[in-house]
């Protein structure tokens, strides 16, 4: 069963990069930590196989000392079960890259006559807890002053020689206690239960990947994505880089799409501001003109008098002269005299005052009952736009508003089309017959 054979420094595997940087990362950790607890299984087997053995009839009689080979076969297969456990060719050993590691294990293990396995474990042991050491404690420029002090503190933990079992203790407690939340601190206690990449993909999925109820749908499309790379069984520090590289995209996405709007709002306003200024100018050079005359007719069909609505004085419709003031296209109704305005009043009332939503609550009617003109209201949003938009009321126009955006939305895109009114006000000189 246990064939003699030579002791010799197996041909060692490609290594990672990370084994001889300190501190590990977390999947370099969880690799080391793997491939000790399997090797350690792995030699208490390999041990209780020998002791089976040769305990059995298989392993043959004792020949006595001084030279019982029997005896001295069993020695050479022990041997074998420790070299094998102190110099795993496992490219995941936490003494992967120790280069003086292994050549001075296999050096000892070559000279049995000088060097016991009791003097053998001694050494792994001292090496062991030296690397634990600098993984554990050494001080990164992105630490933080509370994770400072913990490393510090472990340090002096092994100069005080405490048992490493004693230190490992006290640096899980530690780690629990500068966990930045409860939820961090469960994630990493229960990891310390796991012995399997799959349980661990589990872990990493329910503790970075979760969805809530808030979350903007581009978070939902990154947790989604690294959940999957999570259960494929990527290692955690990739799917984290991947993660940081791809919130780096979409913040540097965000701030270009900021920019853009700002230049726009920027661009808009300069040409605000010019147009406000050529509107400033024009009206001062109106102001210092003599009086022109400006000439309408009459609005009553087939009147064919006409008014000067600068010396004259002036019978008009409050209500068009309101929207003109407002800027729309419809221009004022005047008349020639007081008859023909109340001859006017109902037809031009019913065509020129009609509430412009699609579905206007008061239809046919012209609005609510009561007094018509006071109930009367623009969209404030849409002035803003140099748009006049009539509602027959607040009403209707709080009725109508999603309907209302939408055609915004189709005029000039997506924007802050905000659902605010504003009244209908005669003009002050104006005087109010009927």
Known sequence: MMEGVKLQLRAQQQLPNTSSTYPHSHHRRLQSGDQFRESKEQLEENLSAIDHFYAS????????????QRCNKKKHDIARAFYDYYLSNDPRAWYAGNAHYKQEMQRRFESPDVYSLDGIHSFFQSVLREHLKQDL??????DDAKTTAFKYKTSDFFNEGRS????????????STIAPNPEAAAFNAALQDTTTAEQRAQLYVNYY?????????????????????????VPHDEVLASWRKDAQKSQAAKVSELQGKLSDIKMAQSAYLKNKK?????????????????????????????????????????????????????????????????EDFEEHDAHDHRCMAEKCIYYPKLGPPGNFGSSLCVCQCCLEEDLVSMYCSRECYEENFPEHQEQAFQRRGNHNHYEEVEYFRPAEEMQIIS
């Not at 404690?137 to 992105?142: E, R």
């Not at 008014?307 to 004022?332: F, H, P, S, Y």
């Open 57 to 68: 009839t298989e392993a043959g009689p004792h020949e006595g000392p001084p030279n019982c």
């Open 137 to 142: 404690c050494t001080v990164l420029p992105t």
């Open 209 to 233: 990947c979760t969805p809530s109820w808030n979350d903007p749908l581009a978070v939902k499309s990154i947790k989604a994505k690294h959940a999957r790379m999570f259960e494929a069984l």
């Open 278 to 342: 050529k509107k400033a100018e024009k009206d001062q050079r109106m102001l210092d003109r003599e009086p022109t005359p400006r000439i309408e007719q009459c609005a009553l069909g087939g009147c064919p008098i006409e008014i000067n609505l600068v010396t004259e004085q002036v019978i008009e419709c409050a209500i068009c002269e309101w929207m003109d003031r407002k800027g729309g296209e419809r221009g004022r109704a005047v008349y020639c005299s007081l008859e023909h305005a109340n």
């Open 164 to 175: 490493t079992d004693e230190i490992l203790d006290a640096y899980m407690g530690h780690v």
